[in-house]
C-alpha cells in the first residue's frame, strides 16, 4: 500500500467529528456542540438530513462561531456563552462538546469549560476530546456511546428481573428499519426469558439511558467504542460480546452466546431456534433458488460486512469482492473472527479490500462501458458516478443511504431480518421493486 494512502480520500470520508453528530443525533434530546470557527456548516448536516427523512437533524447541532481574536484572547469563553445560549433555545438534556483540530492546538482546558457549564446549566456536559482527528466516524459514534455508558450510576442496584441492555447498537437514522430492528433484539431477547433495557443508542432521552444501571446483564455490540473489559470495569456488571444477528448462522451464534451469558439451559435456547428454523427454511429456499450463484460484492463497515457474507453465503451466492469501508472497527482480522464464531470461513475466491481509498473503490467494479463481472451489489450511497458500480443492480443498505427509505418496518437484524433482506436482493436481481 501506498505510504500516501493515508491523506488519500477514504471510501466513506466522513469524520469522527461526523460520527458525533450521528451519535448525538440517536439521542433524543441530546445537543452537539461543535467549538470551531467561522465558515460553511450546511454541508456536514447535508447527508444526514437526506439520509434521515424521518427526524429534522438540524435541531440538534450548533456551532460556537470563534472569531480570531477569540482564539488568541479566551478560547473558553466563547464555548461557555455560546452553548449556555444554544442550551436555552433548544432546551436540551445534555450536551455533547467537540472541537476543531484548531481549537484543540490553542491546548485550551476544554474539559474544565464543560464542567463548568455542567454546574451551571445542571444537565450532563461531555466533552469528547480529539475527534476532529478520529480514524473514522465510527470512532465519533463510538466516543459518544462510551461518554453515556460513563455517567450511568452503576452503582445503584440492578432491576430484580433480568434485563440486559444493548450498548453499541448503530442507530443513523429514525427511519422504520431501525425501530424494526430493535423489535427483533427484543425479540430474541424475550425468547431467552430477559427484557430488553435502554439500548445505547437507539433514539430513547438523556434520562432514558441513565436508568441502564437496571440491567443485570450488558450486551456489547460492535459499535460500542469501547471494549467488553472496559465495559465490565466501568458498569460492575456482567457483559455479553455478540456481533450482529445477520442471517441465520449468525443469529443463532448470537442467541447461543446471550443464552448461555444468561444462564439458560442450552436444550431451551435449541428448542427456540429449531422452531424458528423451521419456519424460516421453506421461504429462504424460495429465495436460494433465484439467487444460487449469483456473484455479489458486499461494501460495508467490518460487522454489518460479516453479517451480509454469512447471509449471502446461506443464499448460495458467491461473494466475489468484499470492500471493508472503516478504519477502525477491526479490519480482516475482526472479519474472521466474527466469520469463525458462527460457524462460517471466507471462500478463497473471495477478494477483501481493506478501508479503499475512494479513487481505489471508484475502479474496483471495473472500468465503465466494460462487462462487469457482478450480478449485483450491496453497499451504501457512496460517490461512486460515472463508475462501473452504477450499472449493477444495487441493495442500498447502512449509512449513507440517499435512495432507500423505510416507511415501513423492514428488519435486517434476526430470524425476520434474513427473510426481509433475502427479500432485497430477490428485487434487485429481477429488477422489480
Not at 143 to 172: I, K, L, N, Q, T
Not at 201 to 206: A, Q
Not at 215 to 243: H, I, K, N, Q
Amino acid at each position: 500500500m501506498s505510504r500516501l494512502h493515508g491523506f488519500s480520500l477514504s471510501a466513506l470520508g466522513h469524520t469522527g467529528l461526523f460520527g458525533v453528530f450521528l451519535g448525538v443525533h440517536a439521542i433524543d434530546d441530546a445537543l452537539h456542540v461543535l467549538h470551531t470557527g467561522v465558515g460553511c456548516k450546511g454541508k456536514t448536516q447535508r447527508q444526514l438530513v437526506e439520509h434521515d427523512l424521518a427526524r429534522e437533524a438540524h435541531t440538534q447541532v450548533g456551532w460556537t462561531e470563534l472569531k480570531d481574536e477569540d482564539l488568541i484572547r479566551d478560547v473558553a469563553r466563547q464555548l461557555e456563552v455560546s452553548a449556555t445560549e444554544l442550551w436555552r433555545r433548544r432546551k436540551a438534556g445534555s450536551l455533547v462538546i467537540t472541537a476543531s483540530a484548531a481549537v484543540e492546538l490553542t491546548s485550551t482546558d476544554l474539559a474544565a469549560a464543560a464542567a463548568n457549564l455542567e454546574e451551571r446549566l445542571g444537565v450532563p456536559v461531555l466533552f469528547l476530546p480529539e475527534m476532529a482527528t478520529a480514524a473514522d466516524l465510527y470512532q465519533g459514534f463510538g466516543a459518544v456511546v462510551r461518554a453515556f455508558v460513563d455517567r450511568v450510576s452503576w452503582s445503584e442496584p440492578p432491576a430484580d428481573e433480568m434485563v440486559v441492555s444493548p450498548v453499541g447498537y448503530f442507530m443513523h437514522r429514525y427511519e422504520q428499519e431501525h425501530a424494526a430492528n430493535l423489535a427483533e433484539l427484543r425479540r430474541l431477547l424475550e425468547g431467552l426469558g430477559a427484557r430488553m433495557g435502554p439500548t445505547f443508542l437507539s433514539g430513547e432521552g438523556t434520562e432514558a439511558l441513565a436508568r441502564a444501571h437496571a440491567a443485570r446483564l450488558l450486551l456489547r455490540l460492535p459499535y460500542a467504542g469501547m471494549t467488553v473489559r472496559e465495559l465490565e470495569e466501568t458498569s460492575s456488571r456482567a457483559v455479553c460480546a455478540a456481533g450482529l444477528p445477520i442471517g441465520v448462522r449468525a443469529t443463532g451464534q448470537w442467541l447461543r452466546r446471550v443464552g448461555a451469558a444468561l444462564g439458560v439451559g442450552s436444550s431451551r435456547v435449541k428448542r427456540l431456534l429449531e422452531g424458528r428454523e423451521r419456519r424460516l427454511a421453506p421461504r429462504l429456499e424460495l429465495a436460494r433458488r433465484r439467487l444460487e450463484g449469483r456473484r455479489v460484492a458486499i461494501c460495508a463497515d467490518t460487522p454489518l460486512a460479516a453479517g451480509w457474507l454469512l447471509l449471502a453465503q446461506e443464499l448460495g451466492m458467491e461473494v466475489a469482492l468484499l470492500v471493508l469501508l472503516d478504519r477502525s472497527l477491526g479490519g480482516r482480522v475482526e472479519l474472521l473472527a466474527q466469520l469463525d464464531a458462527a460457524g462460517g470461513e471466507l471462500d478463497p475466491w473471495t477478494r477483501v479490500v481493506e478501508s479503499p481509498s475512494l479513487r481505489e473503490l471508484r475502479t474496483l467494479a471495473g472500468s465503465s462501458g466494460e462487462k462487469v463481472a457482478l450480478d449485483l451489489v450491496v453497499r451504501p450511497d457512496l460517490s461512486l458516478a460515472g463508475t462501473a458500480w452504477t450499472t449493477l443492480p444495487t441493495v442500498e443498505i447502512g449509512f449513507p443511504s440517499s435512495h432507500k427509505h423505510f416507511v415501513y418496518p423492514l428488519p435486517e437484524l434476526g430470524f425476520t431480518g434474513a427473510l426481509a433482506l433475502a427479500q432485497r436482493l430477490m428485487d434487485a436481481v429481477g429488477g422489480a421493486f
